[in-house]
């Protein structure tokens, strides 16, 4: 991990430079949703930098979206975290030097 003057972070960010950025980010609302789609959801990570995608993961959390019960959209998402453990898309690294 390497740090960078903000200006050299947003070039390198934006020209695919780095495998993963992150400029900011902040939960809206306490929902699982808005703390995996953002992030996980193949058509809405490209601002990570991360290029995640996975076509189970999307078709789950599009489920999720839409359950009305809980503990149907807890099921939902205990299956993403399993993927998740197996496909270990991003996680975090050593302290920066």
């Given at each position: 991990m390497k740090t960078a003057?903000?200006?050299t972070y947003v070039d390198n960010a934006r020209n695919g430079r780095m495998m993963l950025s992150l400029f900011g980010w902040?939960?809206?609302?306490?929902?699982p949703d808005d703390y995996t789609t953002p992030f996980?959801?193949?058509?809405?990570?490209?601002?990570?930098?991360?290029?995640?995608a996975?076509?189970?993961v999307?078709?789950?959390?599009?489920?999720?979206e839409v359950k009305v019960s809980q503990s149907?959209?807890?099921a939902i998402y205990i299956q993403v975290q399993?993927?998740?453990?197996?496909?270990a898309p991003s996680y975090p690294c050593c302290k920066a030097t």
């Open positions: 003057e903000w200006a902040y939960p809206d609302y306490i929902d996980l959801m193949s058509t809405a990570n490209k601002w990570t930098g991360s290029h995640y996975n076509q189970t999307d078709d789950l959390l599009k489920q999720a149907e959209r807890e399993r993927i998740l453990a197996e496909d």
